[in-house]
């Protein structure tokens, strides 16, 4: 069973003089349990409707969909789900412990595990001290870690996040990256999405690009990470002991380093230059 299995979802919207926008063009994506995935994309590809359609939130216009073999829009769908939307809201008058509290009862915990659950979170989050001030007077970046704490109080299987590190400081997105990472640990599976590549390249397993609806690749980080060698960089020595460093384009290594071999200089180091996962993105959205 898949914690995420998407098999043709589309949405279209009703714009501005009855235009209409389709959003998501026929996704098909599975996710498996224990996997972290990124869903990369720029503003305005769709990430935000595909997490909307898997919540149930809004309906797809076709296409069909399950989360942990539950068909969304299905309450049972949504039970093993942690889900931080894109620009979470909450009661402000509440403060960050009593909202947790209301958030484990919606989960019906009992109160002894939902007491010990609410104070891990709020430490691990960093929200201890301001833990009886209400949500109004946080911070922006306060604000967004409540909503990280009310995806984990429940200890669900699978995390549904969407842009979770937006709004953080540097500080903040280490810290939501190590959550994960240590998601990833105890087995869960985590679905985010982001627009920016070193977030995914930091820790997912696999990545899926969206752009305008369509899905456009997806792979495994390590594979785009080691398909993208463009070059090595070459350390030398020659027979003064003097030390040169080349770059050398992917296609001449062989020539080059039989050359050199045969000059008499010593090969100290050879290693690959990567195109990254912000050079695919790129080369992706701007179709080159
Ligand atoms: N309720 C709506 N009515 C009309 N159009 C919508 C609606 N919701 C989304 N759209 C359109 O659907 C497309 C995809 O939007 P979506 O919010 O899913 O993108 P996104 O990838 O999450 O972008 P961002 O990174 O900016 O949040 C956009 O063209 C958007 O304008």
Known sequence: MYALDMQGLSKSFKGKKRQTVEALKGLTLSIEQGEVFGFLGP??????????????????????????????????SRRNVGYLPENPAFYDYLTAEEYLQFVGKTFKMPDALLTRRSAEVLKQLELWEARKRPIRGYSKGMVQRVGLAQVLIH????????????????????????????????????????????????VCDRVGILLHGELKLVDRVDAIMS????????????ADGAVLDEEVPK????????EQVATGREIVLVEPRRKNLEDFFLSLVHGV
């Not at 299987?157 to 953080?168: A, K, R, W």
Request: aromatic fraction near 4%; charged fraction near 30%.
């Open 43 to 76: 503003n305005g590809a769709g990430k935000s409707t595909t997490i909307k359609c898997l919540m149930g939130l809004i309906r797809p216009t076709s296409g069909t969909a399950s989360i942990m073999g539950e068909a969304i829009g299905s309450e049972a």
């Open 155 to 202: 200890d669900p299987d699978v995390y549904i996040l969407d842009e979770p590190m937006s709004g953080l400081d540097p500080i903040g997105r280490a810290l939501v990256k190590e959550i994960i990472v240590d998601l990833k640990k105890r087995g869960k599976s985590v679905f985010f999405s982001t627009h920016i590549t070193d977030d995914v390249e930091k």
């Open 227 to 238: 398909r993208g060698i463009v070059g090595y960089q070459v350390r030398l020595k020659d």
């Open 251 to 258: 296609e001449l290594l062989d020539r080059f380093l039989a």
